[in-house]
Structures are given as C-alpha cells and as structure tokens.
C-alpha cells in the first residue's frame, strides 16, 4: 500500500527492519530447535552480549522495550518500594502506565531542564527512608540517551551509582537508544553500564534497526533468578525466542549496531546544520545523538506534517521532535530542509 508521505523524522520506530537483521531471522528458520530460550542461537547470544557487557552480564531477551523496563524494575523493587526517574522519562510518560499497572511501581519524578538526572536531583526525592507513609526509594532509573536527546558522559553515570548506591539504591539504565549514546561516546557499551556501576538496564534493538527484538542486561547477579519469572510472569517469555535472539545477534556483529547508530547520529547532525541556517528556525536542545529539537512557526509545522511525519513536542511553545533512524539518508535529510526553507519562505 503506498502512502502519500515521503520519507518522515517522527520516530526511529518508523524505520523498516535493516537486511541483515531479516537475513538472520531467515537464517534460523530451519528444524525444530527448543522453545523459551533454550536454543543454540540464544545460548551464543548470551556469549555475545558478555563480551560487551563483561563475563557476568546475564542477557534475557524480551520482546518490547515497555517490557524490558517493566521486568527490569520489578526484580529491583519490592512491594513498597519506588523508583526515581526525570518526569520527562519515557517510563514516566509514554508507556501508558505500564509500570504502575503491570510493575505495581510508583514512580517519583523530577523535573529536569535536559532529560538528565543528578545526585543532587536524585536527593529531591531519595528522602524519607524508614517512613511506612512514603513509598521507599529503591532505585533510580535514567534514560541514555535521554528523551530529549541528551547523553549522560561516562563520569556522570559514575556519580549517579555510586551516591544511589550510597544510599542503598539500586541503578536502572534504560538503553532504548543505548547504541546510539555509545556511538555518540565513542566508547564501548560497558563503559557506561558495566564500569560504571549500573545494575540493570534495558537494551534497545528495535530502534536501532530489528523488527521485534529488546533485552535486558543483568549486571548485579542478585537480580538474576526474579528476572527468569518475572519475564514470564509479565508476558515478555517469547516461546520461539531463537527468532528474537536471532535478531539482537545480527546487531552485535561485525559492528552493524554501531554502523546503524552513527548513520542516524550523522543524519541528525546534519539536519541540525541545514535547519540551523533558516531563518526563523531555532533550535532549542543539543543534538547529542539522533534527535533534533527546534520551534518554528505553528502553520510551517501544520503544513510541512501533511507531506512528513513528526511530532510537535510541545503545543504551547510550538516545539517540535525530528528524529532521524538508521536508514535516514543524505537526500532524506536535505529534501526535508529544503521544505523547511519553502515553507518559512511563505510566512
């Protein structure tokens, strides 16, 4: 079915699956292999994700990202316990509940300017512990890189873990852009997870180029044997994982995570730069990985979405989110900017 859009800057979830990715699922689509993880492409994916992760990383793949943070969190919480993220925390905003519904988990948020938290943030809500009448902080979870396009550096992770573990917490990272804030780092994946203290965090693929395909990373082996009920308990125990386990694998070889994730950095990067010369046009965040927030005209907006998709961030302000994906091109980007140009021209 063809659509009347061209291509659009609305989600990196609107992007198709990359070839090698659909290649791989093919690849493991013979025979009968056992159901529910015990498979053989499971069981060297869990030797992949050590060599990234460090030799007692525990990977359980799952099949969304709400759901990787959902179980993530709940092996990290007990009952009456709660978690501390930014308000502007995909957790908090765009997974419809889940954590509260599904997880049982209260969150206490905290209004941050760039989508990042601090130990001195943190402590805004890391108070009454002991008190039965407040949900007991237990665990901090960040977003890398964050909603609004921001990446913490390896150095202010390391601060995050060691005043929440400091205080008894535990840290969650919630890495559904994960690849895209290492390649923006430069750095391998556990300099800001393994080597920086994390506990626990969620590892994004669908973003980042599969079809159906997330994880979570245990790295404090404490929370290894509730993860393997919790994911079954919470609906995230695929029955014929060698296809999702399939995909992650393909990802994290020959460094095809890191290929897809600095094309749609770039692509960013230069949308930012031909934007940035219109006039009228203001970019308001820095572009750190792959999104682009900007304010323009609300009627340049209304009729620049009826030929792309994107998303207006913010109604009042008139802000919007262009996001750009693994396969984003060159031309895509320019295209784009040339509309931008026409339309501002009309004002």
Partial sequence: MSSSYERGFASDNYSGIHPDVLAAIA???FGHQISYGDDETTALLADK???HFGDDAHVFPVLIGTGANVVALQAMTKPWEAVICASSAHLHVDEGGAPEKVGRLKLWTIPTLDGKLTPELIDQQAWGLGDVHRAQPAVVSITQSSELGTIYTV?????ITKHAHSLGMLVHLDGARISNAAAALGVPFRAFTTDAGIDALSFGATKNGAMLSEAIVILNPDLVKPIAYLRKTSMQLASKMRFISAQLDALLTD?????????SNQMAARLAAGVSKIQGVQIVRPVEANAVFAILPAAVTEALQKRFHFYTW???TSEVRWMCSWDTTADDVDTFVAAIAEEMDKI
């Fill in 155 to 159: 150095d202010e992770i390391k601060a």
């Fill in 49 to 51: 994700f050590r060599l």
């Fill in 255 to 263: 460094d095809l995570w890191l290929n897809n994730a600095n094309n």
């Fill in 27 to 29: 690849k493991v689509n």
């Fill in 314 to 316: 913010d109604q009042v």
